[in-house]
């Protein structure tokens, strides 16, 4: 399955065009690579999301073999492996 379909079925990024979005500019690797959108994922991949206010690192459970799936069934397509938190000081 495409990178920015998994990340738009699994709903860690709410729609495919910004998924692409954030491949194409560097936002997501995969196993410590920066990758296209169309890279093709599988089974234990490590994903490294650099959100705008946080930090996300997850290892690929599931591929689903569908293009929509539930909520519930989307959290259980990857493990949260790390999540950091970004603070914003204005002065």
Do not use: W
């Not at 920066?34 to 890279?39: D, G």
């Not at 930090?55 to 397509?77: C, G, Q, Y």
Request: contains cysteine; proline residues 1%.
């Amino acid at each position: 399955m495409r990178l920015d379909f998994y990340l738009k079925v699994s709903r860690l990024v709410v729609r495919r065009t910004q998924a692409k979005k954030m491949c194409d500019g560097g936002k997501v690797k995969v196993n410590g690579r920066v990758e296209k959108a169309s890279h093709d994922v599988k089974i234990g991949d490590i994903l490294q999301i650099d959100f705008l206010n946080r930090d996300l690192k997850v290892k690929i459970s599931t591929i689903p073999h569908v293009k929509n799936v539930s909520k519930k069934e989307a959290r259980e397509l990857y493990e949260i492996i790390e999540e950091k938190r970004k603070d914003f000081f204005i002065d």
